[in-house]
Structures are given as structure tokens and as C-alpha cells.
């Protein structure tokens, strides 16, 4: 009996860091964020200007749209 559980073991440590970790990493991607973050985030996307309407009348046409 303590021969079967002896070959369990490192199976076992390795499913269980293995858990361990996956649980750290869904607390890291799904909590809630800082509002630090939160605020440089829309800081850069509103900055950027790579993001605007081709279709925008305040903006000039592209190089790569044909004239009809």
C-alpha cells in the first residue's frame, strides 16, 4: 500500500503545482485592475490617431483609397 502511494506522489506534487499555478494566473487575468492601469490605458488610446475613421470627414484620404 505505501509503495502504490510512493509511485503517486510525483504525479501528484506536479498536478498540484500545476493547479496552483493556473489558479494564480486566472486571479492575475481575470481581478479587477488598478485604476493606474486603467487610466494610462486610455491615455495611450486616446493620444494615438492610428484608430480614426478613413470614412471621417476631419481627415484627409489615405494613400491606399481610389477615388470613384
Known amino acids: 500500500m505505501i509503495a502504490d502511494l510512493e509511485a503517486l506522489a510525483p504525479p501528484l506534487i506536479m498536478a498540484a503545482a500545476f493547479l496552483f499555478g493556473l489558479v494564480m494566473f486566472l486571479r492575475r487575468q481575470l481581478g479587477p485592475r488598478s485604476r493606474e492601469a486603467e487610466e494610462g490605458d486610455e491615455a495611450d488610446i486616446r493620444g494615438s490617431a492610428s484608430n480614426a475613421d478613413p470614412g471621417d470627414a476631419t481627415h484627409g ?8
Not at 484620404?61 to 470613384?68: A, E, F, G, L, N
Open 61 to 68: 484620404p489615405s494613400s491606399d483609397q481610389h477615388k470613384v
